[in-house]
């Protein structure tokens, strides 16, 4: 009885956000809201709900899309280095 199937280990398949560190695709989420850990170069991130660019407010909607890493007004990362 085998009825959870291997994931493949292989990298393209759990590519999640970019670290703005180290431009890796190993941004994880933590237990922390709003935190996020690169599990490549092990720098931590907050996520910001002002844009530390352009100062545009931001409204956090907790999915797993890149999307809300990012300024809707100017498209940069509005992940903090911790
Ligand atoms: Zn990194
Ligand atoms: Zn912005």
């Known amino acids: 009885m085998d009825g959870e199937p291997q994931a493949p280990p292989k990298a393209s ?5 970019q ?7 190993w941004l994880r989420p ?6 996020y850990r690169c ?12 844009c530390p660019n352009c100062g545009e407010h931001s409204t956090i ?3 797993s899309s890149t999307a809300i890493l990012k300024c809707n007004a100017c498209g940069d990362s509005m992940l903090q280095a911790v």
């Open 13 to 17: 398949v759990d590519l999640g956000p």
């Open 19 to 25: 670290c703005p560190h180290c431009g890796e695709p």
């Open 30 to 35: 933590t237990n922390l809201p709003g935190r």
């Open 39 to 50: 599990v490549y170069c092990l720098h931590r991130f907050e996520l910001t709900s002002v």
């Open 61 to 63: 909607v907790r999915m």
